[in-house]
């Protein structure tokens, strides 16, 4: 093993500080934005979604390149839709895939002009791809590509023609990659997603690093000269804590990552488990999710599917020779070319694994060391020349450590000369080592009482914690501001919040040397006595104190959060205690011969996190006063909290969820500030105080799955309550509603033995969201429902016994969403019509239904319609024409999904009478009664699927358009002879009832040769509609038409210049598969 030696570490001055954190995700360096997709791929369907493209997809998500394909599955309208449009906004890259017929298209042309005015106008990336198309035709519309682009219609779109060529001609001009004739498309592919990656996905993807380096190219080149070398697989860089190695190695991770097949970066490995090192590890780089059991299986799973892949592994901050042993037991595990880079403060690890090469890295030279000083000092690269000797003192002090430096001159900034002398005397020793410890605890000694508070518990408790989770447990222990204490904690480099990651949250972090110094701070209140300490964090400290009661006022805050432990508690363990204020111990604690209960709980306590303790019941005597949390869940042995009334004037959230054996509740009219109550899954609990309802401040209520709940308080006046949730129990009544309770949005009642909703339901004026599936005992809904105007959801799926929907006088602008899916309505009113802001309607299996109303066809935004399972339903109603204020006939406009199935319609002439020509794709008119379609099937250009499987006396299909699918197993009156269309396009179209015993058939009408669906076999038993329905569509190759099974939520748009409210419904182009609720 040889040695490379550095002169100097690289720093800047924030870097240091954020080394070591325990995970680093990826940040965006263009302008810090943040994208819901890496790329945005635009295609023409009918060209290459089942090959080239669908390969090119794959292969991108295989990559880790999180992509978003226009799968054609979103309805189309004239203009591309609000979807499309927001995925093309959110993306950081668009390919285009221009092929033979992309310019046919419309709607491509429409996506491309989007794309490059994101490319002007948001500095968004562009690619294109040229399949089997010249870039000169796309540039000039020339060649078959023109012919193509000549199809639309020249009159019909003479004001978009000119920016559509132009929008060809600009992306014709930019790079992209050409497919030649002869070529393997998956080496095409290959490189097209290589060249992506290094390009475009790497550079805008990279680990935080340093705003300001000083010196690091240099360190970057030496430890790459090293990885370049074909004999070294495995290179160590090593070095004291703070001395920057982490951030070399995210620099030289960031700088070479795009050459390999997979990358991974572990961080903070000394505080990780092997376990989740290896899931780690192994999601990283296979890009698969797997759970690790053991040890050994996660070596066995490393070798298995890494040994052919070529990879860049770093290990960050190893600090025993088990961690390499067991992610990296040998270079041979990974594939040719695999570099592995691992970062140690001891270098005997390296040794022991026969790491190739070790890079050590020095301390700062006397220049690098002054001005990374000085830009914490003083914001600035050089000193004031009347600061000149103070700093060169400061940075004899630091000896050359870029954390110590960095610390250091954070505490001087701003401050006078005369402390400035005071703090550097109070530095000289003779121990270099204690030196270095007394600078980084020179900020430490200057914080306030509450903000060292702030900092003990973030370095013994909440390191790598969420922001977001610590801050209202550090409010509730002191009486600063988490903002401010966060704040000057971070202005003191004592700690960084890591915001690179927006998608849980930011975190805090903290270097390790300052992290030890913490708890070395701690550890020194006591050294041999761990119950003299303010603060436990190890197993064994915890362990000691609950076992054996050795405890003393001195503790403030105790942690366990270590799996499988097994402690011997007893009622004494907290009796000593009298100055806790926080326990959060593990919920995978095993309690050893644990009976009774605990007999005493600190006065003082602020935060109280213990699920699944062992209590039956608190102390009688516990009254705190100032206690914020209080989370029990799971714990299955307590049968009440406390008897009678207590004051917890400070508690803000309960959370009681599973206490299966909690019978009743205490009063809760001492908890006057409770903003969040679970009691879900409290299966043993019958009632619900009175008091509950009286609780002015509670936002948030969750009585869920509570089996045997019968009583409820009786009125409820919760000022500021927006979501109530008491499904899945026995209540038989919902309260009667105050007048003040007006903040209520979602309002959850299903599953539950209601029999009528109370009258004062009107009086929740911001309700938007109502659930009362499975009701079955719900007879009617309040018949002056339509006062609740501002809501956008209503679901009574599964209401059998309801036999009306009231009339809806008024114009309600917001209700979307709207299921009566297995209730007993017999008609709807012609007032319907008044549910102007309607997309969604489901009345599946709504089996007495007879008929519609004729307003129906009004709905000039419904886009969903259902009528699956209705047997009754004989006849659509006569279309009366509708006319909207510009006098146009308008019926259904929107209408994209239609669904009959099991009807017992005759006819579907209703069809003639419909304007959703452009925008319907999906149409199930399956085991209905008809004989004959109608001859304008044609018209609706724009149709993907047809359903007819079932229709046994159907006799003959008409025309229908270019690229429709159609299933048309049971069928037995359809004959050859009665579809040419068919018969001239596929020759292999067979009559199911004649030529072949499977009766299932699926047609492919597109212009260019699809692949057939394989044919599906009914079972010998007639299916039900939900599994007929389940069998025909969820079996295709392509996915299933999204339908939106769970109540929209509402979001502002902007509308003629003014803000209103409307319905934003679950994502219609996700690709995966969601079976809808009964028959569609």
Not at 195 to 222: K, M, T, W, Y
Not at 314 to 319: H, L, Q
Not at 427 to 455: M, N, Q, T, W
Request: contains cysteine; negative net charge; proline residues 5%.
């Amino acid at each position: 093993m040889q040695q490379s030696k550095q002169n100097m570490a690289s720093l800047n001055y924030e870097a240091a500080a954020s080394s070591s954190s325990s995970s680093l995700p990826l940040s965006p360096t263009d302008h810090q934005k943040h994208y819901t997709y890496e790329v945005f791929l635009s295609f023409r369907g009918e060209d290459t979604r089942f090959n080239f493209t669908d390969h090119l997809y794959t292969a991108l998500c295989q990559r880790g390149i999180e992509t978003f394909r226009d799968d054609d599955k979103l309805p189309r309208g004239e203009d591309v839709s609000q979807e499309l449009l927001k995925a093309i906004e959110e993306s950081r890259v668009s390919i285009v895939v221009f092929s033979q017929n992309y310019a046919s298209s419309r709607w491509c042309l429409d996506e491309l002009v989007k794309i490059l005015d994101c490319r002007k106008s948001k500095g968004q990336k562009f690619r294109a791809v040229f399949y089997k198309v010249a870039p000169s035709d796309v540039r000039h519309q020339t060649g078959a590509f023109g012919d193509a682009f000549a199809k639309i219609d020249q009159c019909k779109y003479k004001d978009s023609i000119g920016k559509w060529s132009e929008a060809l001609e600009e992306a014709a001009n930019l790079s992209g990659w050409t497919f030649e004739e002869g070529r393997y498309e998956t080496e095409f592919i290959k490189e097209i997603v290589e060249d992506l990656f290094a390009q475009v996905i790497n550079p805008s993807c990279e680990l935080h690093v340093a705003e300001r380096p000083i010196g690091l190219g240099s360190c970057r080149q030496e430890v790459n000269k090293l990885l370049d070398a074909k004999e070294n697989n495995m290179v160590g860089i090593w070095g004291p804590g703070g001395i920057g190695k982490t951030t070399i190695v995210k620099d030289v991770f960031n700088s070479i990552r795009h050459k390999f097949e997979g990358s991974c970066f572990l961080a903070d490995v000394r505080s990780k488990g092997i376990t989740h090192l290896q899931e780690t590890l192994l999601s990283h780089l296979s890009l698969i999710s797997l759970n690790v059991h053991s040890v050994d299986e996660g070596l066995s799973f490393i070798k298995i599917r890494m040994r052919h892949k070529k990879v860049l592994l770093i290990i960050d901050d190893v600090s025993h020779s088990s961690q390499l042993q067991n992610l990296v037991p040998s270079p041979d595990c990974f594939g040719s070319g695999s570099k592995i880079l691992i970062t140690t403060r001891d270098k005997r690890w390296l040794i022991a694994h026969q790491v190739d090469e070790v890079y050590e890295v020095k301390m700062l030279n006397d220049r690098h060391a002054l001005e990374l000083f000085s830009l914490n000092a003083f914001k600035r690269n050089r000193p004031p020349s009347d600061y000149l000797e103070l700093a060169q003192h400061a940075v004899r002090y630091a000896q050359g450590l870029p954390l110590a430096l960095i610390v250091l001159g954070s505490h001087l900034f701003r401050r006078s000369r005369e402390e400035w002398e005071a703090t550097l005397y109070s530095c000289r020793g003779e121990d270099p080592h204690k030196e270095i410890r007394d600078i980084l605890k020179i900020s430490y000694d200057a914080l306030g009482v509450d903000l060292k508070g702030y900092f003990l518990d973030i370095a013994c408790f909440f390191k790598g914690k969420l922001v977001d989770d610590v801050k209202p447990i550090l409010e509730a222990c002191y009486d600063l501001k988490s903002v401010i204490g966060i704040k000057q904690l971070q202005e003191k480099a004592l700690i960084r919040i890591d915001d690179e990651n927006n998608y849980f949250g930011d975190r805090i972090w903290m270097h390790d040397l300052i992290e030890e110094m913490g708890k070395n701070i701690v550890y020194q209140e006591s050294p041999d006595e761990s119950g003299e300490r303010s603060r436990l964090w190890s197993k064994e400290d915890v362990n000691e104190v609950l076992t054996n009661n050795t405890g003393t006022n001195k503790v403030r805050g105790i942690q366990h959060q270590w799996p499988s432990s097994m402690i011997s508690l007893n009622a004494k363990s907290f009796s000593e205690m009298k100055k806790l204020r926080y326990i959060s111990i593990s919920e995978y604690m095993k309690y050893e011969c644990f009976s009774g209960d605990i007999d005493y709980l600190s006065k003082q306590l602020r935060w109280l996190d213990w699920p699944k303790c062992p209590l039956q019941s608190f102390p009688s005597d516990f009254h705190a006063n100032r206690l914020v949390n209080l989370d029990i869940s799971g714990s299955y042995r307590i049968t009440q909290l406390w008897e009678g009334r207590k004051n917890f004037s400070s508690l803000i959230h309960m959370n009681l969820n599973g206490c299966t054996s909690l019978k009743e509740l205490p009063d809760f009219s001492g908890i006057p500030n409770l903003k969040e109550l679970d009691l879900s899954e409290c299966t043993s609990l019958v009632k619900v105080p009175d008091s509950v309802g009286l609780l002015d401040k509670l936002i948030t209520l969750n009585v869920d799955c509570c089996s045997n709940l019968i009583m409820f308080p009786r009125k409820i006046n919760l000022k500021s309550v927006e979501t109530i949730s008491i499904s899945y129990c026995k209540l038989e009544e919902f309260s009667e509603v105050g007048e003040e309770m007006v903040s209520l949005r979602s309002l959850m009642l299903s599953r539950t033995y209601i029999k009528e909703l109370h009258p004062s339901i009107t009086r929740l004026i911001r309700l938007e969201e109502l659930d009362l599936e499975g009701i079955q005992n719900l007879t009617t809904l309040p018949y002056d429902i339509y006062e609740l105007h501002n809501l956008v959801s209503l679901n009574a799926s599964g209401c059998s016994k309801l036999a009306t929907f009231p009339k809806i006088p008024v114009k309600m602008d917001f209700l979307g969403w709207l299921s009566l899916e297995g209730s007993d309505i017999r008609e709807l009113d012609e007032s319907i019509e008044n549910l102007i802001g309607l997309e969604y309607l489901n009345l599946t299996d709504c089996k007495n239904l007879t008929t519609l109303p004729c307003s129906i066809y009004g709905l000039q935004n419904l886009g969903e319609l259902h009528l699956g399972g209705c047997s009754k339903l004989a006849r659509f109603p006569t279309n009366t024409k509708i006319l909207n204020v510009d006098g146009c006939s308008l019926s259904l406009p929107k209408l994209w999904k239609l669904s009959t199935v099991g009807c017992s319609l005759s006819d579907c002439d209703f069809l003639m009478t419909l304007d959703c020509w452009e925008t319907l794709r999906y149409l199930r008119l399956a085991m209905n009664n008809f004989v004959s379609l109608p001859a304008c099937l044609t018209k609706f250009v724009n149709l993907q699927w047809l359903d007819l499987e079932g229709c046994k006396r159907l006799r003959g299909i008409p025309e229908l358009p270019p690229n429709v699918e159609v299933s048309t197993m049971g069928c037995e009156s359809l004959h050859r002879s009665s579809t040419p269309l068919l018969e001239e396009r596929f020759s292999t179209l067979t009559n199911p009832s004649i030529e072949e015993p499977t009766p299932s058939s699926w047609l492919s009408l597109s212009s260019e040769p699809i692949p057939i669906h394989p044919k599906r076999h009914r079972s010998a038993e007639e299916p039900s509609l939900a599994s007929l329905a389940e069998s025909s569509w969820l079996s295709l190759s392509l996915s299933t038409e999204p339908t939106p099974v769970n109540p929209p939520k509402r979001q502002r748009t902007a509308v003629g210049g003014q803000e209103s409210m409307v319905p934003m419904f679950p994502d219609l182009h996700s690709t995966a598969s969601t079976p809808s609720r009964g028959t569609n």
